[in-house]
């Protein structure tokens, strides 16, 4: 007699959870224990080497006071911004030329990833050479140009757009590799479609490729965001945080606090805001996105949108005639 | 023995199968009996020579090993831990060390930054990661009161050298009257200048038309800020390239406290209130913020437009770097920027260096009578910064007694004078033989004209109103602080006065942390190695 399905059902789970048990261990021990252990540390008065206080809520207020831990939040969000606008903006327009490219595509895509390829000491070593006003080829260029002397790394605002080129130059290629895969996968009748009916190309981009690219675009945001807000190598290398606090971010402060000064309390603390931070601007990111995928998806079935477009095309051709 | 049953034979041959079968089993049966045979006998003779070499010295047969070959520490390996800065102040001697003793020399560099976590965290953990620990004599009071590291008083009466080492390093030796370091380094910083800019008689002429008054090693800050405007923009050194005034470390998150309090201690180190730099010691309020400290704050800040711009982000290793490659008039910094003039391969500035200790002021800041004080010549308060590379035992160590000896080796009077006289091993004078210019000129570096950069070092150390560094536990945390304000007043953020206001609230609260009582007994030590 078989086994009825209700008590094979059982046995079967209770396989299955054996053997998602070892990979379940690894992940509660090495990702759930040290996030709850680290809002453990941020509720306490923790110095290396210390003894630890549980102090509640005093690391949070107290560096939510603090005007530099301030400065470097707002400089870790503008840094966000930037970077991931200016990286994707070019790594989807790098990615739509190389598309389009027939020939010598592959060694164009490999000479696109060679920033990415390289360690962050590397570049940012590159980078602090290529900003130093005395001796680096920018301000050089900058001078047989006749244009001013810039002051990258001792002047605020320019060293914060130092720190955005350096960093715009290493990630672009990650944004362009998302892209280029995402391009490379849309599907090709909807084009060729297009193409019959007389769209333009810009109609083409904005209606076909720019919506059905919204997941791979997300993704490459979304991933590229989360890591932009930890920044901490290049900046370490370059500036330091400086001059004064101009380009410190959350990340360096919080190495700093706990580190070099020993607070592991506030360091925690530190983090732990970021966390929630990012959490927030993810949730709230994925819905913007998914309530813009939708809304750009619906002139695609609209005849009335395609017939007009058929239109416009017919009235550029008169014109170019 | 019954003969192995028969089994079916295909040979041919006519034999009987019985036989054959019986006669192959009889070879593999005497094949196994021969290579048993050849492991017993094996075994048997390894047996016997094991024996034999036990019995051997007892018969006779083979001399022991002889007892003065064997070195005194045979198979013991010591692990040290240094900063990686300082690390080939280290190596440079272990070979000999090893050759000398058979034991074994395992060098653990940390990154600069990093070492002070990476020591506590092994303190802290108690597990035997180093037997000896290199490291800044600031935090000798924390690790000693913690019991991290070991007294070495049972030591030292077989060290026939420490009085050698010159009185103000030496007392960083102590910790409430015992000794739990060995030196090897003397840290205190001055000022270098360019003689071809300084004694150049046209420079001198035009100065005096300019500032009234004569052109020489600065004695007050005002005068290195004239002289710093005076040569910045134009080429004082003929060789085609713009000059600057100045180069200093500015830059966050590095030695700039150090840098900033060398200014500071003209201002606030009152030569009739000795210890009182930091705080007061009766009631341990910090004086960071007091009038001294706020002008020292604003004058280093006025000094940025005789730079060079990215003298803000500038290290202690850029500016090593910079100065001996460019044309800058003056730096402040620890000895090491001389030993970086003399390498004719990344210098230009070779045999063109001078040196004055730290400008004083007519005017010092005094706290009791919250008033300026007028001197008639300018009171100097040189300042030894960061304390100086010093060795401890750790306390978790096996082999403490090992790592005494190497530590002892390191300090050697000779090996100590050849860590001196090396470039790159970030040992600077502490001795009084180093003091003498012969070893600097004939050794590595061929030092040019060593005697009045010595002679700089030691007035530097020996002068009345001399100042120590911060030597409390949580030092790393009240110059973390300092760094962090200081930073928001250069870059503008805010007023001097504002920033050193906050920095003292948060002195408050490190002290606090700590343990006023306990914070004060440790500083009130410290006011008794000054004055």
Request: aromatic fraction near 12%.
């Amino acid at each position: 007699m078989r086994p009825s399905k209700s008590t094979a059902r059982p046995a079967r789970n209770a396989t299955k959870r054996l053997m998602l048990a070892p990979a379940f261990l690894f992940f509660a021990a090495f990702t759930i224990f040290p996030l709850i252990f680290t809002a453990y540390v941020s509720l306490s008065a923790w110095n290396i080497g210390g003894r630890h206080i549980f102090i509640g809520l005093a690391n949070y207020r107290s560096i939510l006071g603090d005007i530099t831990y301030l400065l470097s939040l707002r400089n870790t969000v503008l840094f966000t911004l930037a970077t991931t606008f200016i990286e994707y903006v070019l790594g989807f327009g790098i990615a739509y030329l190389v598309n389009g490219v027939a020939r010598w595509q592959r060694p164009i895509r490999l000479a696109v990833l060679l920033p990415m390829l390289l360690t962050p000491i590397v570049v940012g070593f590159i980078w602090k050479m290529m900003l130093d006003p005395s001796f680096g080829p920018i301000d050089s260029v900058l001078r047989h140009l006749g244009l001013p002397r810039i002051n990258w790394l001792s002047s605020a605002v320019p060293a914060f757009m130092g720190i955005v080129l350096a960093d715009t130059w290493e990630w672009t290629p990650f944004m362009f590799l998302i892209l280029f895969a995402g391009l490379r996968s849309l599907p090709t009748e909807p084009f060729e479609s297009a193409r019959v009916d007389g769209a333009s190309p810009w109609r083409i981009f904005w209606d076909l490729t720019f919506p059905l690219m919204i997941p791979a675009s997300a993704a490459a945001i979304l991933l590229r965001s989360v890591e932009s807000f930890k920044l901490f190598d290049i900046v370490y290398l370059i500036t330091a945080g400086g001059p004064g606090v101009a380009t410190s971010t959350v990340s360096l402060d919080a190495y700093f606090t706990g580190l070099r000064a020993g607070d592991l309390g506030s360091a925690a603390a530190m983090t732990i805001i970021l966390l929630i931070i990012v959490i927030v601007v993810t949730m709230s990111f994925l819905q913007l996105v998914a309530r813009f995928g939708q809304s750009k998806m619906r002139p695609l079935s609209s005849p009335k949108d395609l017939a007009s477009s058929r239109a416009n095309s017919r009235t550029q051709v008169h014109e170019t005639r | 023995m019954k003969r192995p049953g028969k089994s079916k034979s295909t040979s041919g041959s006519g034999t009987n199968p019985q036989f054959e079968c019986g006669d192959a089993k009889m070879e593999l049966l005497s094949r196994r009996l021969s290579r048993r045979a050849v492991l017993h006998g094996g075994l048997k003779a390894a047996a016997g020579a094991a024996g034999l070499t036990a019995l051997a010295p007892m018969l006779g047969l083979v001399k022991p090993a002889d007892a003065q070959n064997r070195r005194r520490y045979d198979g013991v390996t010591v692990k040290v831990a240094v900063g990686s800065f300082m690390s080939t102040g280290v190596t440079l001697f272990t070979k000999a060390w090893e050759q000398e003793t058979g034991g074994k020399v395992e060098v653990v560099q940390i990154p600069f930054g990093d070492l002070y976590s990476k020591l506590l965290s092994a303190f802290t953990s108690h597990v035997n990661a180093y037997d000896l620990v290199i490291y800044a004599n600031d935090w000798v009071p924390e690790f000693a009161s913690a019991g991290y590291i070991i007294s070495l008083e049972k030591y030292y009466p077989e060290k026939t050298n420490w009085n050698t080492v010159i009185p103000p390093v030496q007392h960083l030796m102590y910790v409430k009257g015992k000794r739990y370091t060995v030196p090897m380094d003397g840290d205190c910083i001055f000022g270098y200048y360019r003689k071809d800019a300084i004694d150049n008689p046209q420079h001198a002429s035009k100065f005096k038309a300019k500032y009234g008054y004569d052109l020489m090693p600065p004695t007050t800050w005002k005068q290195y800020h004239d002289i710093a405007e005076f040569f910045t923009g134009w080429d004082w050194a003929g060789d085609g390239i713009k000059g600057w005034g100045v180069l200093e470390a500015m830059g966050p998150h590095d030695v700039d406290p150090y840098i900033f309090t060398s200014h500071a201690t003209a201002y606030s180190a009152h030569p009739d209130l000795p210890g009182t730099l930091f705080f007061d010691p009766a009631t341990m309020k910090p004086q960071i913020a007091n009038p001294g400290w706020v002008r020292a704050l604003n004058e280093w800040k006025a000094l940025k437009p005789f730079g060079p711009p990215q003298m803000a982000t500038y290290g202690g290793g850029d500016e090593r770097g910079n100065y001996p490659a460019g044309n800058y008039v003056f730096t402040i910094d620890w000895a090491d920027t001389g030993v970086e003039a003399q390498d004719p391969t990344v210098s230009k500035i070779r045999g063109k260096l001078g040196y004055f200790i730290l400008p004083g002021s007519t005017e010092v800041y005094n706290y009791k009578t919250k008033k300026w004080d007028h001197f008639s010549t300018p009171s100097h308060a040189p300042y030894l910064g960061w304390g100086g590379w010093h060795g401890s035992v750790t306390a978790t160590s096996k082999i403490q007694d090992a790592a005494w000896d190497f530590l002892n080796f390191l300090d050697s009077t000779r090996n100590a004078l050849v860590a001196v006289t090396t470039a790159g091993t970030a040992r600077n004078p502490y001795r009084e033989d180093q003091f003498d210019p012969k070893p600097w000129i004939d050794g590595p570096m061929h030092y040019d004209d060593p005697k009045p950069y010595l002679d700089t070092i030691h007035a530097s150390f020996y002068n009345k109103n001399t100042q120590f560094d911060l030597r409390i536990p949580g030092g790393g945390q009240y110059f973390n602080s300092l760094d962090k304000w200081i930073q928001l007043a250069l870059s503008g953020s805010m007023s001097a006065e504002r920033a050193l206001t906050h920095c003292a609230s948060e002195w408050e609260r490190i002290t606090d942390q700590f343990g006023r009582d306990s914070q004060r007994e440790f500083y009130v030590t410290l006011q008794k190695m000054t004055g």
